[in-house]
């Protein structure tokens, strides 16, 4: 089953609006949340993370939004820009076990 | 500075076939991992490495194996490739285990099993 359950799967967002991915976990052993950006041909690259004991962390135009007691966790992108088209991952880990999401495809319009 | 490459990026085997991908980071990396990525499923690990000469199972290694006889370099082999494993291969790496060490990502490579 998958520990990590992501939505939505894809997402159009017009030039500067508000890009928001969500993602859900079960294990409450989970101890590291990150956020992986993938572009086409590209392995994913790190963009964010947070602990569990954070309720938000933001760097730039980037907000993760943590809520332990729901197990779930979004990630925030501001002012959403043609260039921020991707693939998103949220992940969940404890020591070597990392759990992907099934990853959102973001296309910001022009 | 080349950070994980994979060689190749392109394979097609057909049924049957075997073959191994290459990784190898230039980091002075403790921890390598191999994963495979399909659509709608996102990333699943397949086996990893906390060393030279260690190797240990992931979420799906059935009809994988791995090996790490120098630091820098982790293979991935298939024995017998099944249309199964048509797949986007990662290799990835990291400094230890855990939040403290983010997992560096080649540019994978895609494999077609006929």
């Known amino acids: 089953q998958q520990q990590v359950k992501q939505s939505p799967q894809s997402l159009i967002v017009q030039k500067g609006g508000i890009s928001i991915i969500n993602c859900a976990y079960e294990n409450t052993a989970f101890d590291y949340f990150p956020w992986y950006q993938q572009f086409p041909g590209k392995g994913p690259a790190l963009l964010i993370a947070?602990?569990?004991?954070?309720s938000e962390k933001k760097e730039g135009r980037f907000t993760i939004s943590f809520n332990k007691s729901a197990k779930q966790f979004s990630l925030h992108i501001m002012d959403s820009q043609p260039g921020d088209s991707a693939t998103y991952f949220c992940?969940?880990?404890?020591?070597?076990?990392?759990?992907f999401g099934a990853g959102t495809r973001l296309t910001v319009k022009p | 500075n080349a950070g994980v490459t994979q060689t190749p990026k392109f394979r097609v085997l057909k049924t049957g076939q075997s073959m191994t991908l290459l990784c190898a980071q230039d980091m002075n990396h403790e921890y390598m991992y191999w994963y495979r990525q399909d659509p709608g499923m996102g990333l699943r690990l397949i086996h990893y490495?906390?060393?030279?000469?260690?190797?240990a199972k992931g979420e799906v290694p059935d009809g994988y194996n791995v090996s790490r006889l120098k630091k820098q370099n982790f293979l991935l082999g298939l024995e017998s490739a099944a249309p199964s494993q048509t797949s986007v291969y990662f290799c990835a790496s990291s400094l230890t285990a855990g939040r403290q060490s983010p997992l560096h990502f080649g540019n994978g490579t895609r494999l077609t099993v006929t």
């Open positions: 947070i602990r569990p004991d954070v």
């Open positions: 490495s906390v060393g030279e000469g260690t190797t």
């Open positions: 992940a969940a880990s404890i020591n070597n076990d990392m759990r």
